[in-house]
């Protein structure tokens, strides 16, 4: 019997938040084609989690609504396993042995769909192992592990609200966001976001606007997803669901990275839930949850 067994320090779970884009101005190209961004990111109660145990070979399991697409369309590799790995062979490289580990993605969130997903997922099982394996790691080189899985993951890694520059690692946390009650929309259909950017014709667009103190709304209402309108282009159903969050009573309506998420800002979470249930009623074959941001 393993001491695990016998102190019952079984398990590490982790959540992995939705990542919001409340805005997400794009401002430019690098040379290697990626996007530079602008973007006022927050994150909320609705999404993944991912659970960690002690185990004699390394394991990825997956189960939730969403489970079957990713396990139909990955063949084994994602980026959870990735951000295993690659947290490995950083702690190996600093003399930090690593035990195998089971890990359980609890896949809650649609796939491919704007609002993190595989990105929160990857942070998550980062934050897990690294509390698992009770290891430490520099932060630089956590941030250069998070970015080498993916722009996105940087952002996620932090799970608080934030804007991002550069292509996503450039952060600065944002302390005064009100919490927000969302309705997140998404009509499940898969996105790809490098077609979304390919098609986004205008690369330099403005900035985020300048904030005055406490602005937050004013702010949102300056701002755009300049990935919008490829997307609705692309996919009439991101138009469509964004009208019918407009028609819930929704203050602020707008599109989630690169789609096909859309978020509604509803003014308490009694009136989010209400048009959740509205929407889902309407449209029963589609994603609708209520949320609030954390
Ligand atoms: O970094 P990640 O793997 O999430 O990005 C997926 C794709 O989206 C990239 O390969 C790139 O084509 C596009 N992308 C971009 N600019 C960004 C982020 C992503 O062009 N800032």
Redesign the pocket.
């Known amino acids: 019997m393993r001491a695990d067994d016998i102190t019952g320090a079984v398990e590490t779970t982790e959540a992995a938040p939705a990542k919001i884009n409340l805005a997400l101005h794009v401002t430019g190209q690098r040379a290697d ?5 602008e973007t006022l990111v927050t994150f909320t109660e609705a999404g993944d989690a991912i659970h960690v145990r002690d185990a004699d070979a390394d394991t990825f399991s997956i189960s939730g609504p969403f489970s079957d697409l990713l396990r139909a369309g990955d063949g084994g590799d994602n980026l959870v396993t990735r951000a295993r790995d690659l947290l490995r062979d950083a702690l190996a490289s600093t003399g930090q042995p690593t035990r195998p580990v089971a890990i359980h993605l609890e896949k809650n969130l649609p796939v491919a769909s704007g609002i993190g997903g595989g ?1 929160a997922d990857a942070a998550a099982t980062l934050r897990a192992l690294l509390r698992h394996w009770n290891a430490v790691i520099d932060p630089q080189k956590l941030a250069s592990v998070a970015l080498a899985l ?3 993951v940087p952002m996620c890694l932090e799970s608080r609200s934030l804007i991002a520059r550069g ?2 690692e450039d952060i600065e946390p944002v302390a005064d966001l009100p919490e927000l009650f969302l309705v997140l929309a998404n009509p499940l259909k898969a996105v790809s ?2 077609e979304i ?1 390919r098609r986004l014709l205008d690369k330099a667009n403005p900035s985020l606007p300048v904030r005055e103190a406490g602005g937050w709304m004013e702010f949102l209402a300056q701002s755009r997803n300049d990935l919008e309108a490829p997307a609705k282009a692309l996919l009439p159903e991101v138009s469509e669901i964004a009208g019918m969050l407009s028609q819930e009573g929704a203050s602020l309506v707008r599109m989630s990275g690169s789609g096909a998420t859309c978020f509604g800002i509803f003014h308490s979470f009694d009136a989010a839930q209400k048009a959740e249930t509205s929407l889902r009623n309407k449209r029963p074959d589609w994603y609708f949850q209520a949320t609030r941001t954390i």
């Open positions: 084609g990626y996007h530079l961004l990105s993916g722009a996105d292509i996503g976001t490098p950017f």
